[in-house]
């Protein structure tokens, strides 16, 4: 099976969002990697910049898919992401088709050095950097996936997808992302 690391890609004159803090009032419940919002999330344009356009995949701290991705992935039933609805708020414009994505699957699957990997965090037990996603080859063998979209543990700030989303992004045409093949050693 191959992976891909999930990342943010801005389209040209891609606006920039940011959930606004009155609203990421979140219950974690880290033990089974679920979050409960107590109000429906509002994510608002960022004003400092002038860019206003919308891709099919926001950022905003998190990757925000449009609705027909949801429902796409959904009925195909990937597992390891929940999705919630959101409001964007782009200048007074609201818009009530985004979801933020939880990524609440992880596995310990970081090959440390190969990744080039720097300041750990105890907090996050986490790299808050890798200069590369490299997947220890050892570490996936004793693994058992069973998610398609997950985080390495190692390091949780990347979201990783296999070849099951990736042909399902392909599809869409999804603007707004891109896939990047991960290295397994």
């Keep these: ?56 995949v926001l950022k905003a701290l998190d990757l925000l898919p449009i609705k027909i991705i949801v429902d796409t992935l959904v009925s195909n039933y990937i597992r390891g992401v929940q999705f919630y609805p959101v409001l ?8 009530k088709n985004y979801y933020h994505m939880n990524v609440f699957a992880s596995y310990p699957l970081l090959n440390e050095y190969a990744s080039e990997a720097r300041r750990y965090s105890n907090y996050y037990e986490s790299y808050k950097t890798v200069t590369r996603m490299v997947i220890d080859s050892k570490k996936l063998a004793k693994s058992n996936i069973v998610h398609d979209v997950f985080r390495v543990k190692e390091h949780c700030w990347k979201i990783i997808v296999n070849e099951k989303v990736k042909l399902i992004l392909s599809q869409l045409n999804v603007s707004g992302v891109r896939l990047t093949p991960v290295e397994i050693i």
């Design 1 to 56: 099976m191959d992976y891909y690391v999930l990342e943010g890609e801005f389209i040209e004159d891609e606006a920039s969002f940011y959930f606004d803090e009155d609203y990421i009032d979140i219950l974690d419940y880290s033990q089974i990697g679920v979050r409960f919002y107590n109000y429906s999330p509002k994510v608002y344009v960022d004003e400092k910049y002038n860019e206003r356009g919308m891709s099919d």
């Design 88 to 95: 964007v708020n782009n200048d007074g414009k609201l818009y």
